[in-house]
């Protein structure tokens, strides 16, 4: 405390050994993002686990099942590598899903002993799409074919008490908007009501 320095404590420079020889490994792939459908330009979060802490800046490359390639990095020493997927517009998944996990030139993971990661083995049933549903959909909805006319009087004119069907692509959240056009006076002169979607 009084600032007086040590002069039988030297000790030459030691070559230091750590038990843990042990190579950090994947353990699982989630996200930070919500179960649900994403168009153009959203952004997703990728988050993978290792089995131990590993320091800052470890990073690998992951594939995606929409074409896309994405790099994930840890900010600081910790157990997760992270990175974020914007969707393009060719993008489609029905599950999004990570195919596969490389290392790029210059890239490495390494746990706080100094260990690097050699295997990018995703373990089984914990891959993206098994603990997240993310729908990437950039495909617009569309009506498919022509209006179904059920005629409940058996002639061949749309008249009062006859059913109107229309078939879209895929379901539709603006139901309101839809029936407001399809059944108001304005649209067609007289009013009607929808009395079902499925």
């Given at each position: 405390?009084?600032?007086?320095?040590?002069?039988?404590?030297?000790?030459?420079?030691?070559?230091?050994?750590?038990?843990?020889?042990?190579?950090?490994?994947?353990?699982?792939?989630?996200?930070?993002?919500?179960?649900?459908?994403?168009?153009?330009?959203?952004?997703?979060?990728?988050?993978?686990?290792?089995?131990?802490?590993?320091?800052?800046?470890?990073?690998?490359?992951?594939?995606?099942?929409?074409?896309?390639?994405?790099?994930?990095?840890?900010?600081?020493?910790?157990?997760?590598?992270?990175?974020?997927?914007?969707?393009?517009?060719?993008?489609?998944?029905?599950?999004?899903?990570?195919?596969?996990?490389?290392?790029?030139?210059?890239?490495?993971?390494?746990?706080?002993?100094?260990?690097?990661?050699?295997?990018?083995?995703?373990?089984?049933?914990?891959?993206l799409s098994d603990?997240?549903?993310?729908?990437?959909d950039t495909q617009a909805v569309?009506?498919?074919?022509?209006?179904?006319?059920?005629?409940?009087?058996?002639?061949?004119?749309?008249?009062?008490?006859?059913?109107?069907?229309?078939?879209?692509?895929?379901?539709?959240?603006?139901?309101?908007?839809?029936?407001?056009?399809?059944?108001?006076?304005?649209?067609?002169?007289?009013?009607?009501?929808?009395?079902?979607?499925?």
């Open positions: 405390i009084a600032g007086n320095p040590a002069t039988t404590d030297g000790r030459a420079d030691a070559a230091l050994t750590y038990s843990d020889t042990v190579k950090p490994t994947i353990s699982s792939f989630t996200s930070t993002t919500a179960d649900g459908s994403y168009g153009v330009n959203s952004e997703v979060n990728i988050t993978e686990t290792m089995s131990e802490a590993v320091i800052a800046g470890s990073k690998f490359t992951v594939a995606l099942d929409t074409g896309d390639t994405l790099v994930l990095t840890s900010s600081g020493a910790g157990n997760t590598v992270v990175g974020t997927y914007t969707v393009s517009s060719s993008d489609v998944s029905t599950d999004l899903t990570v195919s596969s996990v490389s290392l790029a030139s210059g890239q490495s993971v390494t746990d706080l002993y100094g260990n690097t990661m050699t295997s990018t083995t995703i373990p089984n049933n914990n891959n603990n997240a549903a993310l729908v990437i569309f009506a498919l074919g022509n209006a179904s006319l059920v005629q409940n009087d058996g002639n061949s004119t749309a008249d009062a008490g006859d059913i109107v069907r229309f078939l879209f692509s895929e379901e539709v959240s603006n139901t309101g908007t839809i029936d407001s056009f399809f059944t108001s006076t304005a649209t067609y002169g007289t009013s009607g009501t929808s009395t079902a979607w499925s």
